[in-house]
């Protein structure tokens, strides 16, 4: 049993910023590739940014340059800087990880249940 929690989420102007967090816990061994997506009202859901645990990240057209994915493996969480937002960054964002799990060795991909971010003109 693996969970992921976000936070960070909330209401800004165009041109600032938000720090999101998302924090597993559980039956954790090992995580390998850790993600932020993002669903904005009437849209597909989209990958924005992934992360490995060795530190190789890649991101989305739309967010190069103003985002930044990192993680800190001592504390299994995963972390998007949003900087310079935009209106059309609007969304619910969501975590996502492949989890090694503890004994059986498996792997999950879990999801967290998304936090808002609202971007006003």
């Known amino acids: 049993q693996v969970q992921l929690v976000e936070s960070g989420g909330g209401l800004v102007q165009a041109g600032g910023s938000l720090r999101l967090s998302c924090a597993a816990s559980?039956?954790?061994?090992?995580?390998?590739?850790m993600r932020w997506y993002r669903q904005a009202p009437g849209k597909q859901r989209e990958l924005v940014a992934s992360?490995?645990?060795?530190?190789?990240?890649n991101y989305a057209d739309s967010v190069e340059g103003r985002f930044t994915i990192s993680r800190d493996n001592t504390k299994n969480t995963v972390y998007l800087q949003m900087n310079s937002l935009k209106p059309e960054d609007t969304a619910v964002y969501y975590c996502?990880?492949?989890?090694?799990?503890?004994?059986?060795?498996?792997?999950?991909?879990?999801w967290g249940q998304g936090t808002l971010t609202t971007v006003s003109s």
């Open positions: 996502n990880a492949d989890v090694i799990v503890k004994r059986t060795y498996g792997v999950l991909t879990v």
């Open positions: 559980g039956d954790i061994f090992s995580i390998t590739t």
């Open positions: 992360i490995t645990r060795g530190g190789s990240t």
